[in-house]
Nanobody, 121 residues
Framework: QVQLVESGGGLVQPGGSLRLSCAAS????????MGWYRQAPGKQRELVAA???????NSADSVKGRFTISRDNAKNTVYLQMNSLRPEDTAVYYC???????????????WGQGTQVTVSS
């Protein structure tokens, strides 16, 4: 069983910063891609940023220059540093791990439970 545990969400004023963390635990051999998605009320879930095991990353145009994704492969952990936050960044942020290979050599994808980020004055 693999679990993703997110932390770091909360309430912040516009222009502020937050750092999200997501740690994957369980019988994991490797994780191909780790990423962050978000879903605002009444909207579809969208990709925020993703990063491969080799360190290649991509991000949504709306967060380029403000958000930075990184990961620690040894800890199976992905981070999202969010700067210059705007009210439109308010959403539930979900961690995703894709191409997770476990000790049984089975590959699956997993989601975290979500963490609320609210940007408001």
């Amino acid at each position: 069983q693999v679990q993703l545990v997110e932390s770091g969400g909360g309430l912040v004023q516009p222009g502020g910063s937050l750092r999200l963390s997501c740690a994957a635990s369980g019988m994991i051999i490797s994780i191909n891609v780790m990423g962050w998605y978000r879903q605002a009320p009444g909207k579809q879930r969208e990709l925020v940023a993703a990063i491969t095991r080799g360190g290649e990353s991509n991000s949504a145009d709306s967060v380029k220059g403000r958000f930075t994704i990184s990961r620690d492969n040894a800890k199976n952990t992905v981070y999202l540093q969010m700067n210059s936050l705007r009210p439109e960044d308010t959403a539930v942020y979900y961690c995703n791990a894709a191409g997770v290979i476990n000790t049984a050599r089975v590959t699956n994808n997993y989601w975290g439970q979500g963490t609320q980020v609210t940007v408001s004055s």
